[in-house]
Structure formats: structure tokens, C-alpha cells
């Protein structure tokens, strides 16, 4: 590992959830000394919000923590959040802001269960004709339905309650909206984690996301539901210390 500040880790949630859900996993991470931040997404506070939304609001944190501060930053996409997290995080790719003589910039992406699409894509097309059960529409927002089974399925049921009970609506049109920027894949290093029990997006689903950020990914495979930030937390952690330059036995690739 490299010496100097450690990056700051970015972590993007998916539908519904929040940076609370995201708690254990900072907690982990600042253990080992990593400044980390998990954000709350506009799409899950407001009903007129969308996918534009979330995306010049990532963009906003990384302009704060890159063009403002210096920093490097690995970014940590869940599910719905490979979406708005890549397009924000394109235009802070490290290693052209460094022929530019800038400082700071992204210098890693791991992405959970999570969408990873080509401009002009929109998550209904990526989903294939899977069916829509997990979440009921009301309106504008969606909540999910039977979220253990779908979201917290490998969690001790007192926890999954809990997590349950901070779930917010999400605003349903971010899903049918096109994807302004190609994914991150050949561009940064990434790593993408399969949650091979995951009952929302199934893992063969997960497998085509992956191959989609190209042959240089490092694919990781976790016996594990749909959310591994709160039933694999220390697995996680080693992917995000790996792609930092820690020797933790993962092996991300560049």
C-alpha cells in the first residue's frame, strides 16, 4: 500500500435505502483509518425526484471531496446506485484529472448486486422481463414488498426488522430513465461482488452487470442476500481495502 492520506471511501445506496443502513459497514471501515461517507439519495426523500437528481447530487460530493479538497476517492454502489454513482463518478477519474495536473479523483469503484449499464440504458431494460413483486407502486414511489425475503433474507430477523423499519419510498421514474454515461469499467479499477443468494436482482442478472465493466473487473462471489453491507460487513471491507492497495487476499484487479 501506497503511502499518504487513505481515500475516501463514497458509498452510494440502492433503492429505499439510506446512509443508516450503510452504518455498520462505515463503522468497519473507519476502524482500519478510512474517512468514509454514505449519502442519502433525493429519490428517497422527495416523490418528485429522479435519476438526474441523484446524479448532480453524487456529483456535488465529489466535487467537494476531489476538485475542492484533493482527494482520492473509492466509490461503494449499491444496487440502483451503480447507476447515478458511475455517471457522477466519470468526470473524476483520477488518472485524467492527473494529466490535467490535477489533484484528487477517483481511483476505484466496487459495485454490490448493482447495476452497471451502458449510456442510453434504463433499469427496466437490464431486467429482462423479471417481475416486478418486490415492490408495490403507489403513485410516483414504490416501497418494497416482503422486504426481508427480498432485501435481508441472510439477517438475524430482529436485525432485518430494524433495517426494515428505515426504509423510505423511492421515486419509480429513475428506473425508466436512460443512463447518461457509459459505465466505469476499463476506466478505473473495479470490482464487482455477486450476492449469489440475492432474491431482488438474481445472480445471473449480477454475472451480466459484471461483464459488462469488461474483462478487467475482479468478480467476487458472496453466499449472500441482496444487501452484503450489513450480513457480510468485514468480506466488504476487504474488497474496498484491497482496491485501496491493502494485501488482504481478495485481488482486485487494475
Request: some cysteine.
Amino acid at each position: 500500500m501506497t503511502s499518504g492520506p487513505k481515500p475516501t471511501i463514497l458509498i452510494v445506496p440502492g433503492a429505499w435505502h439510506s446512509s443508516v443502513h450503510m452504518g455498520p459497514l462505515i463503522e468497519h471501515l473507519s476502524s482500519y483509518s478510512y474517512p468514509s461517507v454514505a449519502l442519502d439519495l433525493p429519490t428517497g426523500s422527495a416523490p418528485d425526484k429522479d435519476l438526474y437528481d441523484d446524479t448532480r447530487y453524487i456529483t456535488s460530493h465529489l466535487e467537494e471531496i476531489v476538485s475542492q479538497q484533493g482527494k482520492e476517492v473509492i466509490m461503494v454502489l449499491h444496487s440502483y446506485g451503480g447507476i447515478p454513482g458511475s455517471s457522477a463518478a466519470r468526470s473524476f477519474v483520477r488518472k485524467e484529472r492527473a494529466a490535467k495536473r490535477k489533484e484528487g479523483g477517483v481511483i476505484g469503484v466496487v459495485y454490490m448486486s448493482a447495476w452497471v449499464l451502458p449510456a442510453g440504458k434504463t433499469v427496466m431494460d437490464a431486467m429482462e422481463g423479471l417481475d416486478f413483486d418486490w415492490a408495490k407502486i403507489d403513485g410516483p414511489t414504490a416501497t418494497p414488498t416482503n422486504p426481508i425475503h427480498y432485501l435481508y433474507n441472510d439477517l438475524p430477523a430482529p436485525t432485518a426488522e430494524y433495517y426494515v423499519s428505515q426504509l423510505k419510498p423511492f421515486c419509480v421514474i429513475a428506473n425508466t430513465q436512460p443512463v447518461t454515461a457509459d459505465c466505469l469499467g476499463g476506466v478505473v479499477p473495479t470490482a464487482y461482488i455477486v450476492c449469489e443468494k440475492d432474491n431482488t436482482i438474481p445472480a445471473r442478472l449480477q454475472e451480466k452487470n459484471a461483464r459488462n465493466l469488461g474483462e478487467g473487473a475482479n468478480v467476487v462471489r458472496f453466499d449472500s442476500g441482496h444487501s452484503p453491507y450489513l450480513s457480510r460487513v468485514e468480506e466488504v471491507g476487504k474488497v474496498v481495502r484491497e482496491m485501496a492497495g491493502e494485501e488482504v487476499g481478495v485481488g482486485v484487479a487494475g
